[in-house]
């Protein structure tokens, strides 16, 4: 059987009291870690390599807690120490945070996990890494982790510490991309202790928005504010601008026309093709502290300019543009049924509609890859369904998706999507022969399959896009139902009045259910 060298340690455990390679070493002759003793077990020059790991080898005290390494070839290994704390959620675009402590013994026996970055074409062929030992380890935005060698534990003797950065622009790379990097030579070598890190990388792993708004942007000398991103930036953007002219918290402007006047101007360049933010008089606002969704609405946050390009959009992932897709969809879809819709508004809503849904059919069709052909569409397409919701706004699907996404932190077009057929359906349920008869007819002939199933037919061919999950998996637990609910009716009335049918807690706490 295959196996990495990550899954060999977590596979060996911590339970073994000793391990050689080339040659057996039995459990009497381990000592406990520090002791040289171990070393001298095994003799210079001998052949092989000798491994030592278990439950009294190689502990080491930090100042956050116990961590546990092994020994191998007469240094002392660790692996994937932290040295910060998760970078994600609310400590994005921030100063990183020290680790939470632990109390128990961590392992230390295999590499964490290296920052977000492109990973196509980023390796050599198929021979050139096999040559070079490149390694593929998993990434994420909890990254901050380092890693020790050391020929000594606790043994009296100062050492030389050397702290080794790896290369790759700031935007790529690991500390544990290739063999070579590893520590254990030139730690044995030179009797120094070796560490290597991974760190943040690329624009989400230095844009530092600690500072940003009120005098520190005063200060800065600056006339304008430029968005570059997805709707996430473009909203935070949207509220550094008010922020920066009026002071304050963000949370003092919640709701509907509180910005007294015009805001610092913003030029918005999207990169993402779904939220539609840079022509939305919204921005919506994660409050941490309550794990909710604020929104601030004020057709003052409306960008004073937008640029298009698809060009940006060629580095987004698959997941992320076809959940950005689907979003734009939902816009495109709940802005068409809302009782604030008109003629001028429905008219960029089945514009959008169609793009998309013919774009996804063709990604059905030909592959994942032949979203590059499709970049003007979808992003034309959400600039459409932008302007569509921008004023007539969005409903109950929206509504439903802000407790999943202020608590369980699910990406804004993925939640979004978990409740696109099932409200629809109970729409089409509870009031048939309103506007939402014109939309059915309208997606049938888009989808070319009868009126009474198009939800059953978006429901196919989104999956083919993005598999829709049981709200459980996202970590919802049952007892959470009814209170999402009542959440979204005691906090969500702007958008539910603007729902086909205004649902009661007790209808969502239904699709709640049927869903979980």
């Given amino acids: 059987m295959h196996m990495d060298r990550r899954q060999f340690v977590k596979n060996l455990g911590l339970g073994t009291a000793s391990l050689s390679m080339g040659s057996l070493v039995t459990a009497s002759s381990c000592a406990p870690s520090g002791d040289s003793s171990l070393k001298q077990n095994v003799k210079e020059g001998e052949d092989g390599q000798f491994l030592f790991i278990g439950d009294d080898i190689a502990i080491a005290q930090t100042e956050y807690g116990k961590v546990q390494g092994y020994l191998l070839n007469h240094v002392y290994t660790f692996l994937g120490v932290p040295y910060g704390a998760d970078t994600s959620g609310k400590n994005r675009f921030m100063p990183p945070q020290k680790p939470e402590p632990w109390t128990d013994v961590r392992p230390a026996v295999f590499y964490g996990n290296t920052a977000p970055q492109r990973m196509e074409n980023r390796w050599p062929n198929n ?38 950065l790896h290369g790759g622009g700031f935007t ?56 570059l991103g997805g709707g996430s930036p473009m909203d935070v953007a949207k509220a550094v601008g008010v922020t920066a002219k009026y002071g304050g918290s963000i949370t003092e402007y919640e709701g509907a026309h509180k910005v007294p006047g015009k805001i610092v101007p913003l030029i918005a360049i999207p990169t993402t093709a779904g939220t539609g933010s840079e022509v939305t008089a919204f921005s919506v606002i994660t409050d941490h502290s309550r794990d909710y969704k604020l929104t601030v609405f004020s ?103 802000y407790p999943l996404s202020g608590v369980y932190h699910v990406t804004h077009g993925e939640a979004n999507y978990q409740f696109l057929t099932a409200v629809f ?23 070319e399959c009868d009126a009474d ?48 049918v205004k649902l009661t807690w007790q209808q969502m706490a239904e699709i709640y259910k049927e869903l979980y």
């Fill in 127 to 164: 021979y050139g890494t096999f040559a070079d030992h490149w390694n593929y380890w998993d990434v994420s935005e909890d990254c901050l982790y380092l890693n020790v060698w050391t020929p000594g534990i606790a043994d009296g003797k100062k050492r030389p510490v050397l702290v080794w």
């Fill in 172 to 227: 790529n790379g690991s500390g544990i991309e290739q063999d070579g990097y590893h520590g254990e030579n030139i730690s044995r070598e030179g009797d120094i202790v070796f560490c290597s890190i991974n760190h943040r990388l690329g624009p989400i792993g230095f844009s530092d928005l600690s500072g940003v708004g009120g005098e520190a942007y005063k200060d800065s000398g600056a006339d304008f504010i430029v968005a």
């Fill in 299 to 401: 057709y003052e946050l409306l960008p004073a300019y937008a640029i298009l390009d698809p060009e940006l959009l060629t580095s987004a992932p698959a997941s992320v543009a076809a959940a950005c897709g689907i979003d734009a969809f939902i816009h495109a879809i709940e802005s068409y049924v809302s009782p604030k819709a008109t003629l001028y508004t429905q008219m960029f809503s089945m514009k959008a509609m169609e793009m998309i849904m013919e774009g996804f059919r063709k990604i059905a069709k030909h592959g994942e890859a032949f979203r590059m052909n499709l970049l003007d569409d979808f992003l034309t397409a959400s600039n459409l369904a932008g302007i569509a919701f921008g004023n007539a706004g969005t409903g109950a699907v929206h509504a439903m998706s």
């Fill in 425 to 447: 359906a109970k729409y089409q349920e509870l009031d048939p022969d309103g506007r939402i008869k014109e939309l059915n007819s309208f997606l049938s002939n888009v989808l």
């Fill in 453 to 500: 199933l198009v939800y059953v037919e978006i429901g196919k061919l989104l999956d083919q896009i993005i598999a829709r999950k049981p709200l459980h998996e996202y970590g919802m637990r049952e007892e959470e139902i009814e209170s999402f609910a009542k959440t979204v009716e005691e906090t969500q009335q702007r958008l539910l009045n603007q729902s086909y």
